[in-house]
């Protein structure tokens, strides 16, 4: 079943997600609870790396696929209206997972892949950035592992557990979460998370 072309991921496919995690009870200790805001996150990278992927295959030019990921960038960083003061940090945590996603994407359709590093040595840069507290440089480090990933390195989670909890092992997330879109683009339906 594939989507035209024209539609890679839609603000009523986010809103759908949101309304899920809105209406369920949510525990983030529990798996249900987990696997649903992981599949929210999943379901935005994947549409990322289907974008990602047309710009490989040039059924999409660069401006367009750049187009493309600005818009669900738009659409999954948008300020969500929640009550739950709970449920908007996971939701944020979901957004800033996604957020060097979007960086790496844009990064690589404009640039190509990364080449001075590898994306363990690009992940240890970040978090020394990090720790210095220069967010952009750290961010800039993560996007470019990211570009290695979309290009086919392969990410091991275990380096999100060696650095110092923070933004980085967030983005880390992200990019784990990439990284699964660009080797399986299957779109997560919605029912499947039941």
Do not use: H
């Not at 957004?95 to 040595?121: H, K, R």
């Amino acid at each position: 079943m594939s989507e035209p072309p024209q539609e890679f991921y839609s603000e009523e496919r986010w809103q759908n997600w949101v309304d899920r995690i809105k209406d369920e009870e949510i525990d983030p200790e529990d798996e249900d609870s987990a696997r649903l805001l992981l599949n929210l996150q999943d379901d935005a990278a994947i549409a990322v790396a289907k974008i990602v992927s047309a710009y490989d295959d040039e059924t999409l030019d660069q401006e367009t696929a750049l187009e493309e990921i600005a818009d669900i960038r738009e659409i999954v960083l948008s300020e969500v209206d929640f009550e739950d003061e709970e449920k908007l940090m996971l939701i944020d945590g979901v957004q800033t997972s996604l957020v060097c996603v979007f960086y790496a994407a844009e990064e690589f359709i404009a640039n190509g892949p990364a080449e001075e590093a590898s994306v363990e040595e690009y992940i240890r840069a970040a978090a020394d950035a990090e720790a210095e507290e220069d967010l952009d440089a750290a961010l800039g480090y993560v996007a470019q592992a990211g570009t290695r990933i979309i290009d086919g390195d392969e990410l091991d989670i275990s380096i999100a557990e060696e650095v110092e909890y923070g933004l980085v092992t967030e983005w880390v997330n992200g990019l784990d979460s990439l990284q699964s879109a660009m080797s399986d683009p299957e779109v997560v339906e919605e029912d499947e998370a039941e």
